[in-house]
């Protein structure tokens, strides 16, 4: 601490720790790495003490349905009147504006930070996606510049006073979910999708005990694309089994937080901008989803209640 403080002023003790030397040029470059890392946490800190609970939304395998459950928990939290801010983390990746409908959308900037853009009066939105140029931009970034990215979305967005910061993350344990879960510090929890074939659910195990050795909270664990009706005939249709995800949750002793029927109408619609939860809040995917969300509200209220006694 000591040490810091030397470091703060400019100055630093010599070897007898007696008398002080002016820094080297080398020595000042550290001051001002160390000086903008207490600015940044101290930004990310201010900005995320208004948003009350905060949960990550994660895989093992890809396109098990994580943007789903993401885009459609925080119009399930927004609907009910809560205040959210959608964070999309998926630098790679992005996939919510798509889901949202919000594709061409540009954010604005105002006061030192970037305005999230509003999907209706309780949903506003931060992705990638909205400060790149072209569906066809990749962006080619290594772990620190993605790092990078997710503290400015933290430090520099003006999400505001909000009730949940719900974030969408790519597949796997990378890094984006770590800076994610050691930058927020008070995370509420994680939440697990996976499907019930057998290679999701075995990558579902690895980032559980991933989480698990990191310290992250496990909400619970989601199983989408479950079985269904055939729209034409009623029968049972099964894609990838059921069961997968209740025993997961059951080996990692979570909660599991409900199974998501297959939708075929849920494919086109999202890439349309159209998500289960706004336009068929009848159907069995939506029912499920706004079932989910309220568990997950439920849990984490609880949760918070027993970190208040
Ligand atoms: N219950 C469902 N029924 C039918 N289609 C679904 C369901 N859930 C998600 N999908 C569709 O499956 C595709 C993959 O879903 P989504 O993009 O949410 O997965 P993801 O895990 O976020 O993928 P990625 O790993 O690429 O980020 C999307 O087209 C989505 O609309
Ligand atoms: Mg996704």
Not at 147 to 152: L, R
Not at 170 to 190: C, F, H, M, W, Y
Not at 217 to 236: A, D, K, Q, R, T
């Amino acid at each position: 601490m000591k040490g810091q403080n030397f470091y703060l002023k400019g100055i630093m003790p010599n070897d007898d720790g007696a008398n002080y030397k002016e820094l080297s040029a080398e020595e000042r470059e550290k001051l001002e790495r160390f000086k903008a890392r207490l600015e940044l946490e101290k930004r990310i800190r201010e900005r995320m003490a208004l948003i009350r609970h905060k949960v990550l939304v994660a895989s093992g395998k890809g396109g098990v349905g994580k943007t789903a459950a993401a885009v459609n928990l925080s119009l399930a939290f927004a609907a009910a009147g809560d205040r959210v801010a959608l964070l999309d983390a998926d630098i790679h990746g992005p996939g919510v504006p798509l889901m949202l409908g919000m594709a061409d959308v540009r954010p604005t900037g105002s006061g030192g930070g970037i305005n999230p853009v509003a999907y209706n009066e309780n949903l506003v939105v931060m992705s990638m996606a909205f400060l790149i140029t072209g569906d066809a931009d990749a962006v080619i970034w290594r772990g620190p510049l993605k790092m990078a990215m997710i503290d400015n979305f933290l430090a520099d967005v003006n999400w505001g006073e909000r009730d949940w910061l719900v974030a969408d993350t790519p597949p796997g344990t990378g890094d984006e979910i770590l800076s994610l879960a050691q930058r927020i510090k008070n995370v509420d929890g994680l939440i697990m999708v996976t499907t019930a074939q057998a290679a999701a659910v075995a990558s579902a195990r690895k980032s559980l005990t991933f989480a698990v050795k990191t310290g992250v909270p496990i909400l619970g664990v989601v199983e989408n694309m479950g079985p269904f009706s055939c729209p034409s005939c009623g029968h049972e249709v099964s894609l990838f089994g059921g069961g997968g995800g209740e025993r997961v949750a059951a080996d990692f002793g979570v909660p599991f937080l409900g199974a998501v029927p297959f939708d075929p109408e849920v494919v086109a619609e999202s890439d349309l901008g159209r998500p289960v939860v706004v336009t068929r809040p009848e159907s069995p995917a939506a029912k499920a989803w706004l079932a989910i969300t309220a568990k997950v509200r439920e849990l984490v209220s609880r949760r918070a209640g027993r970190r208040m006694e």
